[in-house]
DNA sequence: ATTCGCTATGAATCTTAGG
DNA sequence: TCCTAAGATTCATAGCGAA
């Protein structure tokens, strides 16, 4: 790849960098390094995992079952599948922006040592989750559970970054809303999701379905955000970030799964960006001051506030704060006070008299937000 | 605990080892080395989970959630937590038969150095489990996934160890005559079966179910067997072993803990034959997420939805969530706002243009629960 | 006896803007 | 970088008391 870096005066939306939506090919540590620093949103990562296969397998009916036992996933220890772990998540660490998140899936054979060599890297893990298959392939011998699910280890890059990209109220709002569980429900890749290659047989062997990467950028991303999978494979991860309106990076050293992607990644439509807003929830609300219902005129200073169920009532005061007897404060301290509580939300606390009945101060700040967009605040 | 061995001429029916269905109390590590070689079938391992746990946590309604924070599950660094979780997986393999397997349970934030420590001590890996909890904690502050599941490594000695007992055909029995997956069902440990305190608090912060072990001894032991558990805690595993008629052995240092665990297992009646009732782990109706339909491509984002008059329409987006106009939200909450209602079931509410008509989406949600029935959710 | 509503609680690495 | 204050945030289940 080139060495063309963004300049530092342009925005990404002036200026796309040169290596967005492309495949870099080439190993995934070299190709990372050169790579700018702190200049991707997420990573998501399939790499080898290492599995440990002796000999052939059978299906009852004496069909041979196709192995994963491709030269990339030859390691000659755990020592050597760790040292070639850590050197690319070191890679990708110094490429991961300080609020990006990481995502790894694995399995029972890499994704214990993949989970330590992260920590110990000073990746933060937010959550583990379980891929659960619809459509697992059986345990032929009968010697062992069926192998029914893989993980996915989703991290922050340091344990102080707090500001990562999470669409909590989309995600729930999606999910019946109720919050959205670790343990996830997909098929595996198969039919005509699944790339071919010339004879008909599948081009790669461990394709992920789009459902699963579709799932982890809405999770994790915001459109126009950039996704880099250093391991690109069939690039799954590039076909949904162009459907979803992400950018990509890919990183792959087999030419064949290179052309395959970047074929499959251009026949991808993109979605209509109006399909694609994120549900945002009270967090992204701008804020409003409680004194600023005082000055519109929506509560006048003396006027009297209550809980819901009229045990408490407390007196607007000029400056924006509420009294009670000698205690005064905010909105919030005063609910909390008057609770015995370490917290409370005052906005949704405190009710104010209309039409003999009791309403929310909530439904005054609504209306002043509206008045706010109309401002253009 | 008594020097006494197994004379080796005696098998275990014809003498019983005085440390067999006995809590030892002592330090882990300790008392392992104190019980003869190779003596033990099966090991089931609940150790310190590492939380690292900053400040209090407060539920919605202000209440403060009783946090993990016993000293035992306090250590300086992960290279403090390494060496302890070494320390006491070498000494239990000792103590392991040949073909005798071991199962640990942790959560994200030991499991993968858990893992890793196995694989480098020579312990092979069968399969790890996944244990779905119909009722796990919620994530109160909406910052992550909701962490549902723990995870279980079941690992043979060795990885040339062939004859570990794998009850194959009675799990495959008792799972509607399709093999047991990794992913199992089950409740969090309450109620009756949660042992209390003086005070009616919960003994033990971590009490396992008592499903969930006899699953265990069920797939990986014979009767008579002897399990042992090196953090016995509150003596789920003897309890259910004492049930299933299994031996058990149990490590625990606090007095406390080991009082109410011989109470209860004092307490067990064993089963006249193993005639178990079968956990089967399924559930009557598994929650559809609306997304979920998206994922499987049942319907498209961009997709617009009617309700049965086509006096509203709603456009699907890419998130699993439906927009009118600026406003957006799960399929619930735009049904009950174009109505002005409080509540609307969006299932049977909305509905799609099929062959010149309309069908409610709640079609598409009983074609995607018989996938998810097949998957055991 | 049954239902309904309210309360309590579980292995938790659980905020963010602004001064 | 640190401190303060605003204010956003929960699902399933068990138990209990009232109707």
Redesign the interface.
Same mark, same amino acid.
């Given at each position: 790849m080139s060495a063309v870096r963004l300049s530092a005066d342009l925005s990404p939306s002036q200026q796309k960098a040169d290596w967005l939506d492309t495949i870099l090919k080439g190993d995934c540590v070299a190709a990372l390094n050169k790579l700018p620093e702190k200049s991707v949103d997420v990573i998501f990562a399939d790499p080898p995992y290492n599995l440990q296969l002796n000999g052939d397998l059978h299906r009852p009916d004496q069909s041979k079952v196709d192995a994963v036992d491709d030269h990339w996933d030859q390691f000659d220890s755990?020592a050597a599948y760790d040292a070639f772990t850590r050197a690319w998540l070191l890679a990708a660490r110094r490429v991961l922006k300080p609020n990006g998140t990481i995502w790894v899936i694995g399995? $029972?054979?890499n994704?214990?040592?993949?989970? =330590?060599s #992260?920590?110990?890297l000073g990746y933060w +893990?937010?959550?583990? +989750?379980?891929w659960?298959? @619809?459509?697992?392939m059986?345990?032929f011998r009968?010697?062992?559970?069926?192998? !029914?699910?893989e993980?996915m280890?989703?991290a922050s890059r340091d344990a102080n970054s707090k500001s990562y990209t999470?669409? $909590?109220?989309?995600?729930? =709002? =999606?999910?019946?809303?109720?919050? #959205?569980?670790?343990?996830w429900?997909?098929?595996i890749c198969t039919g005509s999701e699944r790339l071919k290659d010339d004879n008909g047989d599948k081009l790669h062997p461990t394709q992920k379905p789009e459902?699963l990467l579709?799932?982890i950028m809405? =999770?994790s991303t915001k459109p126009g955000d950039v996704v880099l999978d250093p391991f690109f494979g069939s690039g799954t991860t590039g076909a949904v970030a162009k459907r979803?309106g992400r950018h990509f990076v890919g990183i792959e050293r087999e030419q064949e799964y290179i052309d395959a992607a970047r074929a499959r990644i251009d026949a991808v439509k993109p979605?209509?960006s @109006? @399909?694609? @807003?994120?549900?945002s929830?009270k967090r992204a609300e701008p804020r409003v001051a409680f004194v600023s219902l005082i000055d519109s005129g929506m509560i006048k200073p003396g006027a009297t506030l209550y809980d819901a169920k009229k045990r408490w009532a407390a007196t607007v005061r000029a400056d924006g704060t509420l009294a009670i007897g000698e205690q005064a404060g905010s909105i919030h301290r005063i609910g909390a006070a008057v609770?015995g509580?370490? !917290?409370?939300n005052g906005w949704t606390f405190w009710h104010y008299e209309r039409n003999g009945g009791l309403t929310q101060i909530d439904e005054l700040r609504r209306i002043a937000r509206l008045g706010m967009e109309r401002a253009g605040a």
């Open positions: 755990f399995s $029972y054979h994704i214990f040592r993949v989970g =330590a #992260m920590q110990d +893990i937010l959550n583990d +989750i379980v659960r298959k @619809t459509n697992p059986p345990n009968g010697r062992r559970f069926q192998n !029914a699910h993980t280890i989703w999470f669409n $909590y109220d989309s995600l729930k =709002a =999606a999910n019946d809303d109720v919050q #959205m569980r670790s343990d429900l997909f098929p459902a579709a799932r809405l =999770a979803l979605l209509e @109006t @399909t694609l @807003t994120v549900l929830g609770q509580l370490d !917290a409370c």
